[in-house]
């Protein structure tokens, strides 16, 4: 029987993209590739360079929308509309979700940063802890991420899987192309400057020469031209190209969180055949053990120690190519899959429900 599931979209519309857009998109792509799944794509606003997504994007009645208007439209446009073409299902790919669906909802919940950010003040803390606390079917990207769930609410009164992300059809190709080879000058991190990438410490490490050259950070939140520090370069949000050129020509990703919930610029790294150094996390265990270098990155010495282990060619030369072979397995084909199956559960669990209560 085919699946009709809506997809809430609107997170999607933001540029530059980051990892929890590029998951709604690429899910929407692959599931609407699947012979089962009829997908319904809602958004209240264009989503720009998105390519062809199998399915139109539905629901759109402005050309911009602010934060706070997307969240108002997913908490009551949006059920409205997935419930009038027909969904059987509502998949929001955040944490936060519509409180009086009117269909049964999944959400996915990415990582528990917000309860512990001191970049969010306590009024937005307890939102988050409140939000994130609804018995909703659930999926995480990692066991890591499902466990610090647990470890904050306790047992789950609704269905919960653990589905991991995919590797971009674009990324793929990029890996095919990049034979593992030396790489350039620059350490790489990428993604959003924020507080859970300790950009203090990157900066700190770069000064202090512990990352052996310099370093290169891509995405939000940095500046065009800026730059922090000796040997520290802020390039800003970067086009796809040439997020995947630095990536491909990097001597090394630094992963200098110290929370992630999956971290998809890991598992691109390791596809592409570059060595990670990264701090000891959970959810990088996951997919890089035996692959990445992991380290106490608050240690200059064992930094030091952990670069010199990740350029040494001759040593690493096995662990990046069992990476690459590893990575392969990371498609969004498996990830749709994994999602379609877990919708079915959802709806069986319902439709069990409402027979026990009828």
Not at 66 to 77: F, G, M, Q
Not at 235 to 261: N, T
Request: with cysteine; glycine share 8%; hydrophobic share 45%.
């Amino acid at each position: 029987m085919t699946l009709s599931v809506a997809i809430d979209l609107s997170c999607a519309a933001t540029s530059p993209r980051t990892g929890v857009e590029r998951y709604a998109l690429e899910l929407a792509r692959a599931l609407a590739a699947r012979p089962g799944v009829r997908p319904i794509l809602l958004s209240p606003v264009p989503i720009e360079d998105a390519g062809d997504l199998g399915a139109p994007i539905l629901g759109v009645e402005h050309e911009t929308a602010s934060p706070l208007a997307r969240a108002l439209w997913r908490r009551s446009r949006l059920p409205e509309l997935a419930r009038s073409q027909g969904a059987q299902l509502l998949h929001v790919p955040v944490s936060a979700a519509p409180s009086r669906p009117g269909l049964p909802v999944v959400r996915t919940v990415h990582d528990l940063g917000r309860l512990e950010s001191s970049e969010a003040g306590p009024l937005a803390r307890w939102r988050a802890r409140r939000v994130l606390a609804q018995p909703l079917p659930t999926v995480f990207p990692s066991v890591a991420t499902r466990d610090d769930w647990r470890g904050a609410f306790g047992t789950a009164r609704a269905p919960q899987a653990i589905i991991a992300h995919g590797l971009d059809a674009e990324v793929l190709a990029a890996a095919e192309r990049h034979e593992v080879r030396a790489g350039g000058r620059a350490a790489l991190v990428l993604g959003t400057l924020r507080e859970r990438r300790r950009p203090g410490l990157v900066a700190r490490l770069a000064r202090s020469g512990a990352l052996g050259g310099p370093v290169v950070w891509a995405g939000p939140g940095s500046h065009p031209d800026g730059r922090s520090g000796e040997n520290l370069s802020l390039l800003g949000p970067v086009s796809e190209e040439r997020r995947l050129a630095l990536l491909g020509s990097a001597r090394l990703l630094l992963v200098p969180s110290a929370r992630e919930g999956f971290c998809l610029p890991a598992l691109e790294a390791m596809a592409m055949g570059r060595p990670v150094v990264c701090a000891d996390l959970p959810a990088l265990r996951e997919f890089g053990e035996g692959v990445f270098v992991f380290t106490d990155l608050e240690r200059e010495d064992a930094v030091r120690a952990a670069v010199a282990e990740a350029q040494d060619a001759v040593a690493m030369a096995p662990r990046l190519a069992e990476g690459r072979r590893r990575a392969r397995a990371f498609t969004w084909d498996r990830a749709a899959e994994a999602h379609e199956t877990f919708y079915r559960q959802v709806l069986a669990a319902t439709e069990t429900r409402k027979t026990a209560t009828a």
